[in-house]
């Protein structure tokens, strides 16, 4: 018999694990993206891809590369997102080497600089 939670019984707690959420700027708590458009989570590189996002989100206009052959995305180019108050929030990644390319054209953002 499962154990009763600070959160309630396990059938509440199991019905809350498929509940929409909102992803909001980790700075200012301005809604960013919700679950609703949220893609397959990417663990290695920490980021939540989404496939939309809210106004509060601002794509860069200038395309950059990930030079350093430490890391993880080496050899990806994106395009660097923001949040309205300035905080960085991600990239969307418009090249990338295979193993990442089910993110290509998604909005990859930070898992560290979001709360839910």
């Known amino acids: 018999m499962a154990e009763q939670g600070a959160g309630g019984p396990p059938e509440e707690a199991e019905e809350y694990a498929d ?4 992803f ?7 809604v960013v993206a ?34 350093n052959r430490s890391d993880i995305d080496f050899g990806c180019s994106y395009m660097p997102l923001t949040c309205v108050c300035g905080c960085e929030l991600g990239k ?4 990338t ?9 998604l909005y990859t953002l930070d898992v560290t600089r979001v709360t839910t």
Not at 35 to 50: I, K, R, T, Y
Not at 57 to 67: A, E, I, K, Y
Not at 97 to 105: A, H, K, S
């Open 19 to 22: 509940a929409p959420m909102v």
């Open 34 to 67: 919700d679950s609703f458009a949220m893609a397959e989570l990417v663990e290695e590189l920490g980021c939540v891809p989404f496939s939309a996002v809210t106004e509060a989100v601002v794509m860069g206009d200038q395309l950059s590369s990930t030079t």
């Open 97 to 105: 080497v295979p193993e990442f390319d089910t993110l290509r054209n």
């Open 92 to 95: 969307v990644y418009q090249a």
């Open 24 to 30: 909001q700027c980790g700075q200012c708590q301005r």
